[in-house]
């Protein structure tokens, strides 16, 4: 009998542990020789659940995608994508569709982060006009470009929602997209800017999308799935909310225009840039179709702004 339940265990254990696979296992070819191959040759690209503690959450990875851990995310993006180092600080991993290699100049990923700010209300979501929300945003922009370019960074224009904000009452996630250009160039390379927030008891997980403009409809189409891959532990839950549990200093409308770098001051009706409470916001990452150009877009919590513009070398694309 203890050598039955000995065995049971060991299989629910292996049931509920990431498969880790090979570039090889996952892709079916070789990684291609030189750097770059080198570094994919020592990812681990997993499916299957993945245990996040410090929000208490699973990811549920099915075989449309995998996950990197954040030490193989900051090997993409730093190391393959060339990025500085503090764009892969307090991640949480990485998601990627799984038809493409991370080098593959087709492919798109979102970073996972959590927030543990508190329990984040829905009561604004339906109310909210997003259109006043989304001027209201792109003026702030506007006002503060004078100092971006002052710190030797690009301007940004906001040039509208490329998906309108959406909040789904049964997920409990909220998703909306940006359509950005920086620099001054009106015509210049349009930057998508995709974020989706599954809310929990305690917090929000975060998932910023790294990807080009003319993979709207690809994300779009992959976003109910991505949200599901989202599970919070049991007692985490949205539902599990219970009076006297933390609440976040910010509503839905400030976490949209968070991730826009800038705040909604809850009584006073205007936005400025954010310089306090919110710990990690709005990572914005263009994928170009010949190349990839990398944007970072964040805001952290002492008002850090953009932190440049890097190109990938095109010899890294598998």
């Known amino acids: 009998m203890k050598t039955y339940l000995a065995i049971a265990f060991l299989a629910a254990l292996v049931a509920t542990q990431a498969e880790a696979k090979s570039f090889h296992d996952m892709f079916g070819t070789d990684a291609p020789e030189g750097g770059a191959g080198a570094i994919l040759k020592t990812i681990d690209f ?6 996040l503690p410090g929000a208490n959450a699973t990811l549920n990875v099915s075989d449309q995608f995998y996950y990197l851990n954040p030490a193989d995310t900051r090997k993409v993006l730093v190391q393959l994508w060339g990025n500085p180092g503090n764009a892969a600080e307090g991640t949480l991993g990485m998601i990627f569709p799984a038809k493409y290699a991370p080098t593959d100049q087709r492919t798109w990923g979102a970073v996972v982060e959590y927030d543990d700010g508190g329990h984040v209300s829905d009561d604004d979501a339906a109310s909210t006009d997003y259109n006043a929300l989304l001027k209201q945003i792109q003026d702030a922009i506007k006002g503060d470009n004078p100092e971006r370019e002052k710190q030797g960074y690009p301007s940004i224009t906001l040039v509208g929602w490329a998906e309108p904000p ?7 996630a909220l998703h909306w997209a940006r359509d950005l250009v920086f620099g001054k160039d009106p015509n210049g390379p349009h930057t998508l800017n995709y974020s989706v927030r599954v809310l929990g008891r305690e917090g929000v997980m975060e998932l910023d999308f790294v990807a ?10 992959a976003i109910p799935n991505v949200i599901n891959t989202v599970q919070y532990d049991s007692g985490k839950r949205y539902a599990d909310f219970v009076n006297g549990d ?3 200093a910010y509503s839905m409308a400030g976490m949209i225009a968070a991730g826009a770098g800038v705040k909604i001051a809850a009584k006073l009706g205007f936005l400025a840039v954010v310089l306090g409470f919110f710990k990690s916001f709005g990572v914005a990452l263009l994928a170009l179709k010949k ?6 877009a964040g805001i952290a919590a002492l008002g850090r702004k953009i932190l440049g513009v890097f190109r990938r070398d095109k ?3 598998a």
Request: charged fraction near 15%; avoid cysteine.
């Open 212 to 221: 080009g403009l003319n993979q709207l409809q690809e994300i779009n189409n």
């Open 246 to 248: 933390k609440i976040a």
């Open 291 to 296: 190349g990839l150009i990398v944007v970072i």
């Open 46 to 51: 997993q499916q299957g659940p993945i245990k």
């Open 315 to 317: 010899s890294t694309d």
């Open 166 to 172: 959406h909040y789904d009452k049964t997920t409990h």
